[in-house]
């Protein structure tokens, strides 16, 4: 028998932490300076959180925990009447004064997941004209995304005084994808092993499933798909499916809906079952995984059948279907539609969806792999079912440092397109260096794809109001594992914090983000708040710069992805280095114009022209720098925006992104006084260690890349802080794989 827990009476795991990052950004430190809390101090008398749900358990929970610490006294939360000036929330059903409020319209306004946050004085308060605050909400969830953007207003130290606050996810589903294995072992993962202890559900419940969910929650993600795309069939037996229900049974009352990945062929029997398949075969009785077979059909209905009875509101399925050793439809001469489908009809009677990768490539069949996902799915708008979306990549090629838009953004009117992000930093450093991702994400976010002319963003794509899509979808590939503080880096906690509230609003910018997570997690004191903001907000870019400068991709080693690796290798099982950056004695990177491999005709027109003009040399060049030899093979002296030539300009750029982390670390050491001790010291050593890995990048591609240019590297490069990095120069750990 599983363990039953309630929200109110489970200790809270975090309780007991110091300032080792386990806290993440709900640490809920004592606001000051002084006057900010004796004016939240005195409006906050009393709190009120009336309701008997597990929801509101949980907002009762987080207010007594988040107040208690902000207001640095111990803080009740009653069930009943708020009597004096202070804190109510709730819907109209569960708080007779909200009831009483003439907000229906406006609270209706703002959807099943928004809230309204209002100060209300005089007349209109409900405690004799003394001032309050309400939190209202169409549903309860609403109530609990109230509360911790109240709290947020706390820790941001923003005024309460005349608050009109009224919040609403922009798109409907916000997901976390964990590429766990059920071994507890995490795919591209670099903060330990899996959050999910396989082993010890159902029975054992592990306390940091709630405070993972509490974290999700404050951020406003509302699902989680909790194994690797990459699916063990063995996460649909009856055994594991107990075990998702325990942790769903977790998540419920934060508003997390589970969702799991699935093995194209777990119809199929165990192991050996089909001689036309890779893989370990299935957990089911079949000879078959074809999607036209009615056997099949009936199997994954009655699979659906059985989730639900242990999960009611399961959310849906995640597939990698015909990718990267994957089995999928095509396997069966079937489409992606046909599989997606057979899928979709599995859930459709329980209200469940299917979201389906558009991640496929084949070093086998393509010239160009960044063509493939649009040639294989856009053909197919329109003939996915009303329950599937087709999850897209940002970038046509795997989450690199930085790439062009997917050009199926725009391209599908008739099927909802989810957008995938890449929260853990595979190719961008893992847990090693500090790296922001908003910024990358607002990039790509607003780049306008002219689908329908000017003004077709990616966002208006994704938020559903450019093709009017029916269900809208965001998902982030997690950064979160067992490590102590989560995320491995402390500053990777911002990027699981950026991507949930740029989920909720994509309108955020990536300072405010970043000021917002600085301020709950680190510290309130303006001048270090902005010296951290300056660091991150850069990071990205310099990254880009000492790893894969204008455009240049995917040459980093075979497997483990870090690091520079540019040789040909043998051993290597898809492409090498030398396809990605095409460096011979002319130039140096990839021809995708219509003079190449054509990759810009797969963008709409004033897009594709832009990314076309391989007339590098000509003033009317409109290629953006920035993908310059992602669509270009460029020759060595070609004179860049700057003057420079494009050789002086690679070379200038590396060293340019290396003295980017130096100046980092220079400034974090100069932050010392703000910041507690540990982590101090923890993201001191990671910037050394990042300063140290930087500096390979350009002297192992430009060694490199020199013997195809036979040009010098310049010497006006900023190199000055450099040699000492030089100096201390020491081997990736073995331990990153
Ligand atoms: C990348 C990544 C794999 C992952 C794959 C995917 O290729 O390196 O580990 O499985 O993306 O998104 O499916």
């Not at 000879?287 to 009936?298: E, Q, W, Y």
């Not at 220079?666 to 910041?675: D, N, Q, R, T, Y």
């Amino acid at each position: 028998m599983r363990k039953q827990t309630t929200t109110d009476t489970v200790p809270l795991a975090s309780h007991v932490s110091a300032r080792d990052g386990y806290e993440l950004w709900l640490g809920y430190r004592p606001v000051q300076p002084a006057e900010h809390l004796v004016a939240y101090r005195e409006l906050l008398r009393e709190i009120a959180v009336p309701g008997d749900s597990p929801t509101l358990a949980a907002v009762r929970a987080e207010l007594q925990r988040g107040l208690t610490g902000l207001l640095d006294r111990p803080v009740d939360v009653g069930r009943g009447r708020l009597r004096h000036a202070g804190l109510l929330a709730g819907t109209r059903q569960t708080s007779s004064q909200i009831a009483a409020f003439d907000w229906d319209e406006q609270i209706a306004a703002q959807g099943p997941e928004g809230c309204l946050i209002r100060s209300v004085v005089g007349d209109v308060s409900p405690v004799d004209g003394e001032p309050a605050i309400v939190i209202a909400a169409q549903s309860e969830l609403g109530v609990l995304y109230g509360c911790f953007h109240f709290l947020r207003l706390l820790q941001t130290h923003q005024p309460l005084a005349g608050l009109a606050v009224a919040e609403r996810p922009r798109i409907q589903l916000r997901l976390l994808d964990h590429w766990d294995n059920l071994d507890g072992s995490i795919e591209r993962g670099y903060a330990g092993k899996s959050l999910w202890k396989w082993e010890e559900l159902p029975g054992t419940l592990d306390p940091r499933y709630r405070d993972y969910a509490r974290a999700c929650a404050s951020i406003g993600i509302n699902g989680a798909v909790l194994n690797n795309v990459s699916a063990d069939p063995r996460i649909l037996r009856a055994d594991y499916l107990e075990k998702v229900a325990a942790l769903a049974d977790v998540l419920r009352p934060y508003g997390i809906k589970v969702y799991l990945s699935v093995n194209f062929v777990s119809p199929l029997q165990p192991s050996g079952a089909s001689d036309r398949l890779r893989g370990e075969g299935g957990i089911g009785s079949l000879n078959t995984a074809d999607p036209l077979d009615p056997d099949v059909g009936r199997w994954w209905s009655e699979k659906a059948n059985e989730i639900y009875r242990h999960i009611p509101d399961f959310g849906g399925f995640l597939v990698k279907a015909s990718s990267e050793g994957m089995p999928g439809p095509p396997d069966y001469g079937r489409t992606h539609a046909e599989g997606a489908n057979m899928l979709a009809r599995a859930l459709a009677p329980h209200g469940g969806i299917v979201m389906w990768r558009a991640f496929v490539y084949d070093a086998d069949t393509d010239a160009d792999r960044a063509k493939r996902a649009y040639k294989e799915f856009m053909p197919l708008d329109g003939q996915f079912d009303d329950n599937v979306f087709v999850q897209v990549k940002n970038g046509p090629v795997d989450f690199q440092p930085r790439e062009p838009i997917h050009p199926l953004f725009g391209a599908m009117p008739r099927t909802p397109l989810m957008m995938e992000f890449q929260i853990t930093q595979e190719y961008l450093g893992q847990a090693i260096h500090l790296v922001y991702l908003a910024p990358l994400w607002k990039e790509v976010l607003n780049f306008d794809t002219f689908a329908q002319g000017e003004g077709s963003t990616v966002t208006r794509v994704i938020d559903g109001s450019l093709h009017g899509y029916p269900m809208t979808g965001i998902a982030g590939v997690a950064n979160v594992g067992f490590d102590r503080n989560w995320c491995g880096h402390h500053f990777a906690q911002a990027n699981w914090y950026a991507f949930g509230r740029l989920a909720w609003d994509h309108d955020l910018s990536s300072e405010v983000i970043a000021e917002e997570w600085i301020r709950a997690t680190l510290t309130n004191d303006d001048g270090a708040v902005a010296t951290i903001r300056d660091m991150m907000m850069g990071s990205w870019e310099a990254c880009v710069n000492y790893m894969t400068p204008l455009g240049l991709h995917h040459i980093m080693r075979e497997g483990h992805h870090y690091g520079p690796a540019l040789e040909y290798d043998a051993g290597r099982e898809d492409w090498n280095p030398q396809y990605y950056h095409r460096a011979d004695a002319t130039g140096l990177g990839f021809d995708r114009s219509s003079s190449g491999s054509n990759a810009v005709a797969q963008y709409y027109p004033p897009v594709r022209d832009l990314f076309d003009n391989a007339d590098w040399n000509s003033p009317r060049a409109t290629c953006p720098e920035k993908y310059l030899l992602w669509f270009h093979h460029v020759p060595w002296d070609d004179e860049m925006r700057s003057g420079r030539t494009l050789w002086d300009e690679l070379a200038w750029r590396y060293y340019h992104g290396v003295e980017y982390v130096s100046r980092m670390l220079e400034s974090w050491v100069a932050l010392k006084p703000h910041i507690d001790p540990q982590r101090y010291e923890e993201v001191l050593r990671k910037l050394s260690t990042q300063e140290a890995h930087a500096i390979e990048w350009p002297r192992v591609c430009l060694a490199y890349f020199q013997d195809f240019s036979r040009r010098p590297i310049p010497v006006d490069i900023p190199r000055g802080v450099i040699h000492e990095a030089e100096a201390a120069m020491v081997e990736p750990p073995d331990a990153i794989t």
